[in-house]
């Protein structure tokens, strides 16, 4: 979705408001393990910033507030979960700006800031115990540290070398 910065680059408006609620289209994602992003709240405006390296030239900029939930997958159950994340942006945007159409691509620009949140690995897995099988089962750190860490002995030795 393309948000026209017209009004902006001929210097009838100050700032262009994009306070809005955004879909983000799937094809997006990827293998980023990011299954869904709707109802992304953004709160914030548009506007023309001087360059540092011109004075006289200005350049665009945006100063927003981005907050939601994205559906990611569980790292253990695999299972989709809910993951909420909040972004505060305040810079120039050149790399989603179409100058020669002067246009700002609404959800590259969201897309590019809400990637760097998705977690790793993220899970709500709070009963570990459901996870076994046959000469395996998965443990909590807690579980590994303080009770039967196969390690235990050999960490032992090397703390007294």
């Not at 790399?95 to 609404?106: A, M």
């Amino acid at each position: 979705m393309n948000i026209d910065l017209t009004p902006l680059h001929s210097h009838t408006v100050e700032e262009i408001d994009i306070t809005n609620t955004y879909s983000i289209p799937s094809e997006f994602f990827g293998t980023t393990g990011v299954k869904k992003l709707d109802n992304i709240e953004v709160e914030g405006y548009v506007y023309l910033s001087p360059s540092e390296d011109d004075i006289k030239e200005e350049i665009d900029a945006i100063n927003c507030k981005i907050k939601g939930n994205m559906l990611i997958e569980d790292s253990i159950s695999l299972e989709p979960v809910e993951y909420p994340f909040s972004i505060e942006y305040d810079d120039i945007i050149e790399e989603n700006c179409k100058k020669n159409e002067n246009t700002l691509d609404i959800f590259s620009f969201l897309w590019e800031n809400i990637v760097l949140e998705v977690p790793l690995q993220f899970t709500k897995v709070q009963d570990f115990s459901k996870f076994k099988g046959d000469g395996w089962k998965l443990v909590s750190e807690n579980e590994l540290t303080e009770n039967n860490n196969p390690f235990s002995e050999l960490l032992d030795n090397m703390k007294e070398e």
